[in-house]
């Protein structure tokens, strides 16, 4: 410590290392967020202090089986990891790695599900079938990698226009994340579930199969009847009017911004 108090640059070498390292991890944790890659490295987090724990039991077989599994991690992180390390080149290569995005916490709820309910409403009016997936805590990225980012405010005009039939991109789902629509055309995993019924068609095991897998909300409008449906933790709702669909939306979102509000109020209690 006294070396470095007498050496000022070797100081602020050090300060820079400590600065840099700690910002690339930031934006890696900031890349990974939105992605099972999270959820696994949660996992990944937890094994470790279960490991720690066990050394400091002294837990020898118990050590040679973590050191095993430890191994097949470290030989599997490439291929898990996949989608986020070709994030992070395609990022550093555009130049975008670096820049600072800023997360929306207030978003207006009631307004987006409105501007989604028109929408909806008009689509099934003429029966024009569409696919819109609302975006929670789980991250989906992973599932809507073939699509065109869009980052385009909620409105029903845009929600119209993109699965107007004969559209580029009106085959595809749309996804909604943070108060914004973030990206259009995306093509979600198929619900391989043997009880669904064998004539939905391929929006709504999509729905389905996005629902099994994540948190999401996904809303369908049928192209064959206009009928709406929801789609959340792995069951389909259909039959739904816009006004009964309006009103578990609102209560679906209002009560994940409620938790949100609950978790940002004690972090500023800690810091205070």
């Known amino acids: 410590m006294a070396a470095l108090a007498s050496d000022p640059i070797r100081l602020l070498v050090n300060l820079g290392d ?23 490295l949660k996992g990944l ?9 066990s050394r400091w039991m002294g837990f020898s077989a118990v050590n040679w089986l973590i ?32 820049s600072h995005r800023m997360m929306d916490r207030t978003p207006d ?8 309910i028109t929408a909806v409403e008009e689509l099934s009016r003429f029966r024009i079938g569409a696919l819109i997936v609302w975006r929670r805590e789980t991250g989906i990225d992973d599932y809507s990698e ?32 943070q108060g914004r629509i973030r990206r259009a055309g995306a093509f979600l995993p198929l619900s391989d579930n ?21 948190d999401a909300l996904a809303i369908v409008v049928s192209e064959e009847t206009g009928g709406l449906a ?20 609102l209560q679906e979102l209002r009560d994940q911004y409620s938790r949100k509000q609950i978790i940002w109020r004690k972090r500023e209690d800690k810091h205070e």
């Open 230 to 249: 929801l789609a959340r933790e792995g069951t389909l709702t259909r039959g739904l009017d816009s006004r009964a669909l309006k009103a578990i939306l």
């Open 18 to 40: 400590i600065i840099i390292v700690s910002y690339v991890c930031y934006r890696l944790l900031l890349l990974i967020r939105g992605t099972r890659a999270e959820q696994l």
């Open 194 to 214: 043997p009880n669904l019924e064998k004539n939905l068609g391929t929006r709504h095991r999509a729905a389905v199969g996005i629902s099994e897998v994540s």
């Open 67 to 98: 050191n095993k599994v430890w191994t097949g991690i470290f030989i599997a992180l490439p291929v898990v990891f996949q989608p986020e390390l070709r994030r992070a080149l395609e990022q550093l290569g555009r130049g975008s790695f670096f």
């Open 109 to 116: 709820i009631e307004r987006h599900v409105e501007e989604v």
């Open 146 to 177: 073939i699509g065109i980012d869009v980052d385009a405010a909620i409105s029903s005009e845009l929600l119209i226009n993109i699965f107007t039939p004969n559209t580029p991109l009106h085959d595809g789902a749309v996804i909604i994340s």
């Open 45 to 53: 987090i937890i094994l470790l202090g279960f490991s720690a724990v």
